[in-house]
């Protein structure tokens, strides 16, 4: 019976030195997937990216009609051919669809490549603006993730604003 009341203490006086300390903690919250998504410099990296790889999008679609149209020869005309000139027109064919299954491959790797180049300098000025307004605003901690964010605690709308938009 004595080791109750000592345990009922304890834990009353373990509260009240916890409750004080997050009492006064300031916690924000930044959404980064809007930020990514939304944030003028992400969305001029987008633009930036779409037109360093719009001749080559361009040349890809190209080449896939050159296919789509060989091949509807070939079924179009295919049994009327000479058994030659049809081996000749599939031969191409498969060359072409090669050449259009690499080309697409090394087309996605390198826009993988500058897409995460880009997202890496947004993510480094973003975690920047965080740490400034952080600072600024005396904030205890800043998280990413969350179950549950108050519209209180996030500052995603003033990230973007020290980014340079909305």
Same mark, same amino acid.
């Given at each position: ?119 890496? #300098? ?22 990413? #993730? ?21």
């Amino acid at each position: 019976m004595k080791f109750k009341p000592f345990c009922t203490s304890l834990m009353l006086v373990s509260m009240a030195i916890a409750t004080p300390a997050w009492a006064d903690t300031k916690i924000g919250f930044v959404n980064t997937e809007r930020l990514l998504r939304e944030a003028p410099l992400s969305v001029a990296a987008q633009k930036k990216l779409e037109r360093e790889f719009a001749s080559r999008d361009q040349e890809l679609q190209k080449l896939a009609k050159q296919a789509r149209d060989l091949q509807a020869q070939l079924d179009k005309d295919g049994v009327t051919m000479s058994e030659t000139e049809r081996r000749n027109k599939e031969r191409d064919l498969g060359n072409l669809n090669r050449d259009l299954q690499r080309q697409g491959r090394e087309f996605r790797e390198d826009l993988n490549l500058r897409r995460n180049e880009e997202l890496g #300098q947004i993510q480094e000025r973003a975690r920047k603006a965080i740490q400034d307004i952080a600072k600024a605003e005396k904030f205890d901690i800043i998280v990413e #993730q969350a179950v549950y964010v108050d519209a209180r605690t996030d500052i995603t709308d003033r990230v973007m604003k020290a980014l340079g938009g909305k």
